[in-house]
């Protein structure tokens, strides 16, 4: 064995090249083993990217009403977010007097849209399918409410959001 002295006194490429093998030298075993690891959670993160919807939505205040016994529900949509907008998409209500955490969103879907316009948003007529919250409780309407309407304008795979060209694959 080399005391400090002598070891100082040796050319520090040699150090250098003591350094680098005890350093550099990864062992592959463990490269090999991160190397599945690293993969397999990419491929999981993928699998998983094929099977989680997403959803696009505009958001729209809403007044509901009731006339004649007859429920009327109308969207106030963004001028800029109307041309996403088809008849029967799915709309997700929320009515102000029915906190959302706690009662949960009624469910409808478009019925027409109008061309007519109120304080620079278009109106839109959502017909509510049932007065059952998606939490159990049911809804007892007011002749005039207020609250707001998620329209789901489209849902694909998150896969085609992060990677769009794979969107070829998923075409209904």
Excluded: W
């Excluded at 939505?57 to 800029?80: D, Q, W, Y």
């Excluded at 029915?98 to 469910?107: A, D, H, K, Q, V």
């Amino acid at each position: 064995t080399m005391t400090y002295m002598e070891e100082s006194k040796k050319p520090n490429s040699a150090l250098r090249d003591d350094n680098n093998e005890i350093i550099g030298n990864i062992p592959s075993e463990l490269l090999i083993r991160s190397n599945i690891t690293i993969i397999a959670v990419l491929a999981i993160i993928l699998c998983l990217s094929v099977f989680v919807p997403y959803k696009d939505t505009v958001s729209a205040p809403i007044h509901l009403g009731i006339n004649n016994g007859t429920c009327k529900c109308e969207a106030f949509v963004e001028s800029s977010c109307y041309g996403k907008i088809e008849k029967g998409q799915k709309a997700k209500v929320t009515l102000d007097i029915y906190p959302r955490n706690e009662f949960g969103t009624l469910s409808g879907h478009i019925v027409q849209l109008t061309d007519r316009m109120y304080n620079g948003r278009y109106c839109i007529k959502i017909d509510i399918d049932s007065l059952q919250f998606s939490y159990g409780h049911t809804a007892r309407l007011l002749s005039e409410m207020t609250g707001t309407a998620e329209i789901v304008t489209s849902e694909e795979p998150v896969l085609c959001k992060v990677l769009p060209f794979t969107r070829i694959f998923f075409k209904r």
